[in-house]
């Protein structure tokens, strides 16, 4: 307890340095953990509205159609909507057909994705679809009408409750062609989804295909990320039973958007690194001047009977109580910005007007933290250890000075 008071008192005794290296610490922590918290938040939410709208938290495919995206590797699900329905943490299993195609009015043709889901299932987890009016909804699994996307409508020329025709080439092979009517319209601010995306019941659009009862996809949208790793593993038990298909996380069946994360989270970990050096230049610079200016006055110490550990250990008591100080302060900072990021947010709508775009997915442009508290327990245990490792230095020099040389030190 001694050492730790004599330790404290040497901090104070350079004051303005001692203000300047916790505030360097501390600004850096509060920093690593806010920006930290910002990212956390702003992908759980990607991540969260990329699912529902796209592949779900897990997915299950025929084998073979994971590579080749081929239409003709379709499967029957049979009682597996139901089975995974049933497990913990399952908000909703989505069975969707996608048959590549031609969309035709009156004036216009364009390739599109025909997409054939059950409607009241995907109202109830799709983002887009959500926003719909209840009047341009789809109504029935088997019923002629049809939403597309907003690129499509225009570049169709068509208004809602106007009629165009399908044409696809079948599971026969032979090109078969419907007419379907306009019943509403979404934007995803997704370019390439708006002008192809064409969306039916699944009943007819399988009776189009002639696949009845099949599907492409089966996507599975959980309650919340984290259940992912309890529902995964009785994904693949069940797949035991239908050696055809295959289960995959989302990572895999969006890699565009995990990759993208990925990619920014790297470019974080630079910037944290950088800020490790600032953290370490201001404690070794600290603790050294400190060493410096006492010279003569370990010395005299060593000179009276104290042993050069005694010396070492004062040093790294300076550094814990440093790097203390700083992970508490800094704490409490970190947590202050999440709080502010977390309620208001930064709103980016204020810097760029258009559609916001990362990974193929779109996001909210108000950005918004959430709450990693292990990572941030993590990051300032890390703080401390970095403090105290870059006492080692001028810890083993002050443990080499001699009393002597010291004496005669000016």
Do not use: C
Request: aromatic share 8%; hydrophobic share 50%; charged share 15%.
């Amino acid at each position: 307890m001694d050492l730790v008071l004599l330790a404290w008192k040497n901090l104070w005794r350079s004051r303005r340095r001692t203000l300047i290296t916790l505030i360097a610490l501390s600004f850096s922590l509060m920093l690593v953990q806010a920006f930290h918290n910002l990212s956390y938040g702003v992908y759980s939410a990607m991540i969260d509205s990329g699912v529902r709208a796209g592949s779900g938290h897990l997915v299950v495919y025929h084998q073979d159609y994971v590579a080749s995206r081929d239409e003709q590797f379709s499967f029957a699900p049979g009682q597996l909507r139901e089975q995974l329905s049933a497990l913990a943490g399952v908000a909703e299993v989505l069975p969707r057909l996608y048959l590549p195609g031609l969309a035709q009015s009156s004036r216009e043709s364009r390739g599109i994705l025909l997409t054939g889901v059950i409607p009241q299932a995907e109202q109830r987890v799709n983002p887009f679809l959500r926003d719909l009016p209840t009047d341009q909804q789809l109504e029935s699994l088997s019923g002629r009408q049809a939403i597309l996307g907003s690129r499509l409508l225009k570049e169709l020329q068509l208004k809602i409750g106007n009629k165009f025709v399908v044409t696809l080439q079948n599971a026969s092979g032979d090109l078969v062609s419907e007419m379907f009517r306009v019943r509403g319209a979404v934007q995803t601010g997704i370019k390439t989804i708006d002008s192809s995306l064409l969306m039916v019941g699944h009943q007819r659009a399988a009776a189009l295909a002639g696949l009845p009862g099949e599907i492409h996809e089966l996507a599975i949208v959980l309650q919340s990320q984290k259940f992912e790793r309890l529902v995964f593993p009785a994904l693949q038990q069940l797949l035991k039973n239908h050696p055809q298909q295959v289960g995959l996380s989302w990572e895999e069946a969006m890699p565009n958007l995990a990759n993208a994360i990925r990619l920014d989270y790297a470019s974080q970990k630079f910037i944290f690194i950088i800020l490790l050096l600032i953290v370490t230049i201001g404690v070794v610079n600290t603790l050294l001047m400190s060493v410096m200016e006492r010279f003569r006055e370990f010395g005299v110490i060593l000179a009276v009977g104290a042993s050069a550990m005694r010396l070492r250990l004062l040093v790294f008591s300076e550094a814990l109580l440093l790097g203390l100080v700083s992970m508490l302060l800094g704490s409490a900072l970190g947590s202050l910005a999440t709080w502010y990021l977390q309620e208001v947010g930064i709103n980016l709508r204020y810097f760029i007007d258009e559609t916001l775009e990362f990974g193929g997915v779109v996001f909210d442009p108000v950005l918004r933290a959430a709450w990693d508290r292990p990572y941030m327990l993590q990051i300032a245990g890390f703080m401390l250890l970095l403090s105290l490792a870059a006492a080692v230095y001028p810890a083993i020099k002050a443990g080499r000075i001699k009393p002597a040389e010291a004496m005669r030190h000016h």
